[in-house]
């Protein structure tokens, strides 16, 4: 089993930045990739980015490239999500996942943390 806690999310201005973190427990986290997803009120969840296991492939996608940068700390057993030049469309309940990065592809696993929202307010 793998535990997934998400912090960082908040209340901020059209512009500003934050830093979400997700810490893992359980099973060996560098073996995994790892993934951020987005869900927006009355909206699908939706994939963000992912990193692979050593930290040296990640993805994006399109609305948030060049703003948003996925990294890892595999000592601390977290993954990052630091998004910078929020907009209102970044609204959105924030979660990881532990899945797998192979072929710049990520491939989701079950293992999803609660989620921490984020609000940008225009």
């Known amino acids: 089993q793998v535990q997934l806690v998400e912090s960082g999310g908040g209340l901020v201005q059209a512009g500003a930045s934050l830093r979400l973190s997700c810490t893992t427990s359980?099973?060996?986290?560098?073996?995994?990739?790892m993934g951020w997803y987005r869900q927006a009120p009355g909206k699908e969840r939706e994939f963000v980015a992912a990193?692979?296991?050593?930290?040296?492939?990640?993805y994006y996608e399109d609305p948030v490239k060049g703003r948003f940068t996925i990294t890892r700390d595999n000592a601390a057993n977290t993954v990052y999500l630091q998004m910078n030049s929020l907009k209102p469309e970044d609204t959105a309940i924030y979660y990881c996942?532990?899945?797998?990065?192979?072929?710049?592809?990520?491939?989701?696993?079950?293992?999803w943390g609660q989620g921490t929202q984020v609000t940008v307010s225009s």
């Open positions: 359980g099973r060996t986290f560098s073996s995994f990739g």
């Open positions: 996942n532990a899945g797998r990065y192979s072929g710049g592809f990520y491939f989701p696993g079950n293992y």
């Open positions: 990193i692979s296991w050593g930290g040296g492939n990640t």
